[in-house]
């Protein structure tokens, strides 16, 4: 457990706290305080060139990467910066981390105060700045699971690894809520529902901060980030209040109830304000309805961005004016030596008060006093505690398997005609093509070895691409593999086919996909899924032969003409370093898929619409028509859905729903069948939804056998944000559904 009790909860811990704190803040000076308040990134510290006429701007780190003592000194000694963040632009050893860590902290224990630096970095699948760490799935993969203890166990075996690595928090997990497949970052996200993205992110909170290694959590970006107009990374959103608080605010609520000790805040702008300097969502919202009392630090260069990109402050200081006093506690600088300085101008100046400077600071030092930093003066572990991989890999394969989601399966069995094609059998000749086949850093995604994930220079040795996944699940002499990139070409095409055509394999298996990105760099003009991609599929269904279809990427791309040529299809998002054994072992049929989508997949790139649309999205007309639903997914034993019952007509408000569900496994194997329970209010005062996700449950059904469940929702979950912008419950008729078993009941207050 962490030092100190989780934020807002007073206990004889907190006194203890509170006056410890209280006996630091009295010793501090308004820079030692204005230096807590700055974060700088670990490339200010290293070793680099100095800078020339010819390149006056900050030169990269020399190889390889090690302190530079003059710049730790100015830094953490003279200026008193009080946290440090991310590598210095690739994964380190543990050794390395310990190093950096070690001379860090050795430094900051020689300023007057002696406060401890705060570290932190990405580790948003793992740890996955530290060399050989374990690898799981993206967020996108583990919503894939519905499995939140699955989840919590993969964030505490994270936590393991970051703390292990010497650095005690981390900027995890990601409350975005994805409502736009275009948006580069919808993979790092836990989907389209709130209450999933809600659970999943309140699981990997607790994993990450009551685990057997606490680190601290951090809920980003916080809020409204991942609903950009254009569809591309940081660019306007508008966003009424009523949908901020029916859509984006319930998983941060949930995730602060929780007791996530950290907020990281959206670097966009939502409704012409930008987010870093907007005292409404800052404060008002996050601190007064919210009721969060730890920390809160801006995104990347976000103070300085307010006055070289969005315009709304003449300079800096200014800047740094108006986001203190919006609700900033830390700035996530990260490169500059300014921020300090003029903070601590602007509270000798009257323009922030040193009161407001002290609410910031005493948050700062309530984290590192939980954190324990206090005792530990922050060093890291012996590097002889470092825990085996053996005893962390198995959530994360766990995890990869458990998340890939069959979509399609028709075409036919190789032995039995009466059945379709996967999973595969016989023992005929399977050729494996496409851009992502034979990659680990697909498999990976953004943020693994380095921050777009693409240098194969950072992935771990001996981790199984796709196709070399399944050239051992399916035995060499299967596997017929043809290599090819994201630029293949026509002659690519035709030559596969040709071959294809010529040696009339069982079948073929494409890769389809995006290569690793996040943030601006995995901007795109149009949701279509490469051309080139789509000739290949549809070349290789002209042989004749069948086409099974395995995309692996984070963001459903749109390709439905290509689709429908597919004999199966299997959405593997970025299911980490345990994937490539992950999707061979769905495509053997070792493992019986139990994934199921959380998200809507829009049928066409203009059409992206979600499982909580409205009544005039497409009910009434007939054009909501997705390419897949929300929570749709095969397994290969189906689970037929055959009744479902309440035990009463009537409810009152606050009374807890029980929905009793009848389920027929309808096949030869067992199967995990996630159970999921939507709800619809038949009218009311906002216009509603046709369908909220309220709850899911996970169940095995053996094979053949048929089972009753059991799934709770509280009458008080039934409500919406209403015309006032606050949370309503009306009395009526409710539905309630799970697949295509529905039934209604009647709520009175
Ligand atoms: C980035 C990301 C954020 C990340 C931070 C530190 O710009 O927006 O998710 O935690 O910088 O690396």
Request: proline share 6%.
């Given at each position: 457990?962490?030092?100190?009790?989780?934020?807002?909860?007073?206990?004889?811990?907190?006194?203890?706290?509170?006056?410890?704190?209280?006996?630091?803040?009295?010793?501090?000076?308004?820079?030692?305080?204005?230096?807590?308040?700055?974060?700088?990134?670990?490339?200010?510290?290293?070793?680099?060139?100095?800078?020339?006429?010819?390149?006056?701007?900050?030169?990269?780190?020399?190889?390889?990467?090690?302190?530079?003592?003059?710049?730790?000194?100015?830094?953490?000694?003279d200026l008193k910066v009080g946290s440090v963040l991310n590598c210095a632009g690739h994964a380190y050893g543990p050794d390395q981390w310990h190093e950096f860590i070690a001379g860090i902290q050795s430094a900051a224990a020689q300023k007057t105060t002696g406060i401890p630096v705060l570290y932190g970095i990405d580790a948003i699948h793992g740890?996955?700045?530290?060399?050989?760490?374990?690898?799981?799935?993206?967020?996108?993969?583990?919503?894939?699971?519905?499995?939140?203890?699955?989840?919590?166990?993969?964030?505490?075996?994270?936590?393991?690894?970051?703390?292990?690595?010497?650095?005690?928090?981390?900027?995890?997990?990601?409350?975005?809520?994805?409502?736009?497949?275009?948006?580069?970052?919808?993979?790092?996200?836990?989907?389209?529902?709130?209450?999933?993205?809600?659970?999943?992110?309140?699981?990997?909170?607790?994993?990450?901060?009551?685990?057997?290694?606490p680190i601290a959590a951090t809920l980003k970006h916080y809020v409204g980030y991942s609903r950009p107009l254009t569809g591309k990374d940081r660019t306007p959103a508008w966003i009424p209040e009523r949908q901020l608080r029916q859509i984006f605010l319930p998983p941060f609520q949930a995730a602060i109830d929780a007791g996530a000790m950290s907020?990281?805040?959206?670097?966009?702008?939502?409704?012409?304000?930008?987010?870093?300097?907007?005292?409404?969502?800052?404060?008002?919202?996050?601190?007064?309805?919210?009721?969060?009392?730890?920390?809160?630090?801006?995104?990347?260069?976000?103070?300085?961005?307010?006055?070289?990109?969005?315009?709304?402050?003449?300079?800096?200081?200014?800047?740094?004016?108006?986001?203190?006093?919006?609700?900033?506690?830390?700035?996530?600088?990260?490169?500059?030596?300014?921020?300090?300085?003029?903070?601590?101008?602007?509270?000798?100046?009257?323009?922030?008060?040193?009161?407001?400077?002290?609410?910031?600071?005493?948050?700062?030092?309530?984290?590192?006093?939980?954190?324990?930093?206090?005792?530990?003066?922050?060093?890291?572990?012996?590097?002889?505690?470092?825990?085996?991989?053996?005893?962390?890999?198995?959530?994360?394969?766990?995890?990869?398997?458990?998340?890939?989601?069959?979509?399609?399966?028709?075409?036919?069995?190789?032995?039995?005609?009466?059945?379709?094609?996967?999973?595969?059998?016989?023992?005929?000749?399977?050729?494996?093509?496409?851009?992502?086949?034979?990659?680990?850093?697909?498999?990976?995604?953004?943020?693994?070895?380095?921050?777009?994930?693409?240098?194969?220079?950072?992935?771990?040795?001996?981790?199984?691409?796709?196709?070399?996944?399944?050239?051992?699940?399916?035995?060499?002499?299967?596997?017929?593999?043809?290599?090819?990139?994201?630029?293949?070409?026509?002659?690519?095409?035709?030559?596969?086919?040709?071959?294809?055509?010529?040696?009339?394999?069982?079948?073929?298996?494409?890769?389809?996909?995006?290569?690793?990105?996040?943030?601006?760099?995995?901007?795109?003009?149009?949701?279509?899924?490469?051309?080139?991609?789509?000739?290949?599929?549809?070349?290789?269904?002209?042989?004749?032969?069948?086409?099974?279809?395995?995309?692996?990427?984070?963001?459903?791309?749109?390709?439905?003409?290509?689709?429908?040529?597919?004999?199966?299809?299997?959405?593997?998002?970025?299911?980490?370093?345990?994937?490539?054994?992950?999707?061979?072992?769905?495509?053997?049929?070792?493992?019986?898929?139990?994934?199921?989508?959380?998200?809507?997949?829009?049928?066409?790139?203009?059409?992206?619409?979600?499982?909580?649309?409205?009544?005039?999205?497409?009910?009434?007309?007939?054009?909501?028509?997705?390419?897949?639903?929300?929570?749709?997914?095969?397994?290969?034993?189906?689970?037929?859905?055959?009744?479902?019952?309440?035990?009463?007509?009537?409810?009152?408000?606050?009374?807890?729903?029980?929905?009793?569900?009848?389920?027929?496994?309808?096949?030869?194997?067992?199967?995990?069948?996630?159970?999921?329970?939507?709800?619809?209010?038949?009218?009311?005062?906002?216009?509603?939804?046709?369908?909220?996700?309220?709850?899911?449950?996970?169940?095995?059904?053996?094979?053949?056998?048929?089972?009753?469940?059991?799934?709770?929702?509280?009458?008080?979950?039934?409500?919406?944000?209403?015309?006032?912008?606050?949370?309503?419950?009306?009395?009526?008729?409710?539905?309630?559904?799970?697949?295509?078993?529905?039934?209604?009941f009647k709520l009175t207050l």
């Open positions: 457990m962490l030092v100190g009790c989780q934020p807002g909860k007073p206990d004889v811990q907190t006194d203890a706290k509170t006056a410890f704190v209280d006996s630091v803040l009295s010793t501090m000076s308004i820079e030692d305080k204005a230096g807590e308040m700055t974060q700088l990134a670990l490339e200010m510290l290293c070793v680099r060139p100095p800078s020339t006429p010819e390149k006056p701007k900050r030169q990269a780190p020399l190889e390889p990467h090690r302190l530079d003592s003059a710049l730790v000194h100015e830094a953490l000694i740890a996955t700045y530290t060399s050989g760490a374990i690898l799981g799935p993206q967020q996108i993969g583990l919503a894939a699971t519905w499995d939140t203890a699955l989840v919590r166990k993969c964030a505490e075996n994270t936590a393991i690894e970051v703390a292990a690595s010497g650095i005690p928090w981390n900027f995890s997990p990601v409350l975005d809520v994805a409502r736009d497949a275009r948006w580069p970052r919808f993979w790092e996200t836990f989907g389209e529902a709130p209450k999933l993205v809600g659970d999943m992110g309140v699981a990997m909170v607790r994993g990450y901060q009551e685990g057997p290694s907020v990281m805040v959206n670097s966009g702008e939502v409704n012409g304000i930008p987010v870093h300097c907007d005292e409404h969502i800052l404060t008002d919202i996050l601190r007064d309805d919210l009721g969060f009392e730890g920390m809160v630090v801006t995104d990347w260069e976000d103070i300085r961005f307010l006055f070289e990109r969005h315009m709304v402050a003449a300079d800096y200081k200014e800047a740094i004016e108006m986001a203190i006093h919006a609700g900033i506690d830390m700035s996530m600088v990260p490169t500059d030596l300014e921020f300090p300085v003029l903070l601590a101008e602007l509270v000798r100046e009257g323009r922030v008060s040193e009161a407001r400077m002290d609410e910031s600071v005493r948050r700062i030092l309530e984290m590192k006093y939980d954190l324990g930093l206090f005792t530990s003066g922050g060093m890291p572990p012996a590097l002889s505690n470092y825990p085996a991989k053996e005893s962390l890999e198995g959530a994360a394969a766990r995890a990869a398997v458990k998340s890939i989601t069959v979509l399609k399966n028709e075409g036919q069995h190789a032995i039995y005609p009466d059945k379709p094609i996967l999973p595969i059998g016989g023992t005929g000749r399977i050729l494996v093509t496409g851009p992502t086949a034979n990659s680990l850093n697909a498999l990976n995604g953004g943020w693994s070895g380095t921050w777009q994930g693409r240098d194969t220079a950072y992935n771990t040795p001996g981790r199984p691409t796709a196709v070399e996944s399944m050239i051992e699940v399916f035995g060499a002499d299967r596997i017929d593999f043809h290599e090819v990139g994201m630029n293949l070409t026509s002659s690519d095409i035709d030559r596969i086919a040709g071959h294809v055509a010529q040696t009339r394999p069982q079948c073929t298996v494409v890769f389809l996909g995006e290569m690793p990105y996040t943030e601006f760099p995995g901007n795109i003009e149009d949701l279509e899924l490469f051309e080139n991609q789509q000739e290949l599929v549809q070349a290789l269904k002209t042989t004749g032969t069948p086409v099974i279809g395995v995309y692996v990427g984070g963001r459903p791309r749109t390709f439905s003409e290509t689709e429908s040529m597919l004999d199966a299809f299997v959405m593997a998002y970025l299911p980490g370093d345990y994937g490539g054994r992950a999707i061979a072992d769905v495509l053997i049929g070792a493992f019986n898929p139990s994934g199921r989508l959380p998200f809507t997949w829009p049928r066409h790139a203009s059409a992206h619409l979600t499982h909580d649309r409205k009544f005039t999205e497409g009910e009434t007309s007939g054009d909501f028509n997705p390419l897949y639903t929300f929570g749709s997914g095969l397994s290969y034993s189906h689970v037929e859905t055959t009744s479902i019952a309440l035990a009463d007509s009537v409810y009152q408000l606050g009374d807890t729903v029980t929905v009793t569900v009848g389920l027929q496994n309808t096949g030869d194997r067992s199967t995990i069948e996630t159970v999921i329970l939507y709800s619809q209010d038949r009218v009311a005062s906002i216009t509603p939804s046709v369908d909220v996700l309220k709850a899911f449950k996970q169940v095995i059904v053996p094979a053949g056998a048929s089972a009753e469940v059991q799934i709770q929702v509280n009458t008080d979950e039934l409500g919406f944000i209403g015309k006032d912008n606050t949370y309503i419950v009306e009395p009526g008729v409710f539905g309630l559904r799970v697949k295509n078993q529905g039934i209604a």
